[in-house]
């Protein structure tokens, strides 16, 4: 069974400070990673796809990284703004399944 | 972009009572739905997994006669809450593809998800 985890929890840091949000699953025979975001009480927005075959992805300030082998992602912020501050998921497409695991999300608070 | 409506944003209802929502794909036809529960603080938990024309699919622990999904055309998937209590007060989510080959490498879109309050 897929379990996906996020570390840390929560996060609060000052504003322009570069962060680095980790994700580890147990089964690498997946389709994707997908990252996202979620603001309190909101649905979710999506902010980058990984293909299995890929080792990462850009998308302005934010990066994401799969090592599929390891079972690892990241999620680089740079120069961090009170504007990110949201919770981030990420979460796997199961090959086997098709279904979409989430991870335990990271709460990020960034402080002027 | 794929656009996943869901209906409605919000609702509160009495113990007791059903209340449907709706998971709509507005410009594609999806033939695979998911619904996703989401606890307060909390990730959100796959429920259940809806093909069009068959029954739905559902993750261990989650109650079928309790959580009803219908998945009756290729654009529209509704998940009906039946005799709500408290416990049940939460936020529901859905998203949808086409369950095509090149869909399994393609983001899935969400519904802006259900926030449930059971009194």
């Known amino acids: 069974k897929q379990e996906v985890t996020q570390i840390p929890a929560a996060l609060s840091v000052p504003e322009g400070e570069n962060l680095v949000l980790n994700c580890s699953f147990t089964?690498?025979?997946?389709?994707?990673l997908q990252w996202f975001r979620q603001d309190p009480g909101k649905g979710l927005t999506s902010l980058l796809l990984?293909?299995?075959?890929?080792r990462e992805q850009t998308s302005g300030r934010l990066n994401a990284s799969l090592d599929k082998s390891s079972g690892r992602s990241t999620l680089y912020i740079a120069a961090s703004q009170p504007g990110d501050s949201a919770t981030y998921l990420c979460a796997v497409r199961s090959y086997n399944t098709d279904k979409l695991i989430f991870g335990t999300g990271t709460r990020l608070q960034v402080f002027p | 972009g794929a656009v996943v409506s869901q209906h409605p944003s919000r609702v509160i209802c009495k113990s007791g009572t059903s209340v449907k929502i709706e998971c709509r794909s507005l410009d594609f036809q999806a033939t695979t739905m998911f619904w996703y529960r989401q606890f307060p603080k909390k990730s959100l938990m796959l429920m259940a997994t809806?093909?069009?024309?068959?029954?739905?699919?559902?993750e261990q622990g989650v109650e079928k006669d309790k959580f009803l999904i219908n998945h009756a055309s290729l654009t529209l998937s509704t998940l009906t809450v039946t005799s709500a209590h408290p416990e049940d007060s939460s936020f529901y989510i859905c998203?949808?593809?086409?369950?095509?080959?090149?869909?399994?490498?393609?983001?899935?879109?969400f519904g802006n998800g259900t926030r449930l309050t059971v009194t």
């Open positions: 990984i293909q299995s075959s890929q």
């Open positions: 809806s093909n069009e024309g068959s029954k739905a699919t559902y």
């Open positions: 089964d690498s025979a997946i389709y994707n």
């Open positions: 998203s949808a593809s086409t369950g095509t080959e090149s869909s399994y490498n393609s983001p899935l879109h």
